[in-house]
């Protein structure tokens, strides 16, 4: 049973549902020893923001490399070794100074881990999930992120196949710093589009 | 409530807002989904996704880690018979 581990023993109803299909499961073979402590630890401390920002730096450094980075998203990323589960067929999609883009899941959660980590709580909650689509540039204003009158918004809603991230805008007065410099100054919203640099 | 062990460390990706995981639930439900998704489906995300959106769609306001469960407890029954990885 599920008594091989040293959790402690589950509290609240959805932690016993949790530990009865982590038994189930374990019993079917489908969760191999050390499986769980594997996964957590890759989505809590090696896949994250800093992935997506490392790709960022480079694309404002490197002209030709943002050049594929557009063109194919997957292939590029996957240059600096980042890949895996959602992220098979990812898009890059660039802001400019008329062009200003965010990323959604209408349906559920979606959304670039390789290059992102898991989403934010905010991402996942309906309101977000709803109003981006419905009034962005009300709600990209209300999250700090006011758009002139004359951006064009385009609003991306991930869907089973497609990944989008977002290329934003290089700051202004960054010429002199190196790509580690550049990549520190790339938050995770700037990346989901709500927020510029 | 605990944190999980490897929360001790210091090179999480906390930078850009919140960590991935409230509680080590949450965390063991995700990779569960993970496994089923990798030893079942053949690294198929869909079936789970589809389950997802149900799942969300039932009850919006529900946390989000529960419609995860809720989820992976509605693909179970769905499972092939016999899978050895």
């Known amino acids: 049973m599920s008594d091989s581990t040293h959790r402690p023993a589950p509290v609240s109803p959805v932690e016993q549902r949790v530990a009865a299909l982590e038994a189930l499961l374990t019993e079917r073979g489908l969760v191999p020893e050390g499986f769980i402590e594997q996964v957590t630890r890759r989505y809590e401390s090696e896949t994250g923001p800093m992935n997506g920002a490392k790709v960022v730096a480079r694309a404002w450094l490197d002209p030709q490399y943002k050049q594929r980075l557009l063109a194919d998203g997957t292939a590029a990323i996957a240059e600096l070794g980042f890949g895996g589960p959602e992220g098979d067929h990812m898009v890059v999609v660039e802001n400019t100074a008329a062009v200003h883009n965010v990323i959604v899941c209408t349906l559920c959660s979606c959304y670039p881990w390789p290059v992102l980590g898991l989403p934010p709580a905010w991402y996942k909650d309906p309101p977000y999930r709803a109003r981006m689509v419905r009034e962005p540039r009300a709600l990209l204003a209300e999250m700090g992120c006011p758009l002139p009158e004359e951006a064009e918004i385009r609003v991306w809603d991930s869907s089973a196949e497609v990944r989008y991230l977002v290329l934003p805008q290089r700051p202004a007065a960054t010429e002199d710093m190196t790509e580690a410099e550049l990549a520190a100054l790339v938050t995770r919203d700037s990346m989901i589009g709500v927020a510029r640099l | ?85």
């Open chain 2, 1 to 85: 409530m605990t944190a999980p062990l490897s929360l001790s460390g210091l090179d999480l990706p906390r930078r850009n807002g919140e960590l991935a995981f409230d509680a080590p639930w949450q965390s063991t439900v995700f990779a569960l989904a993970a496994a089923v998704i990798e030893h079942a489906f053949g690294g198929d995300r869909e079936p789970f996704r589809q389950q997802l959106i149900t799942a969300i769609a039932a009850e919006p306001g529900r946390p989000y880690w529960e419609s995860w469960t809720a989820a992976l407890e509605a693909l179970v029954p769905t499972l092939p018979e016999r899978s050895t990885p």
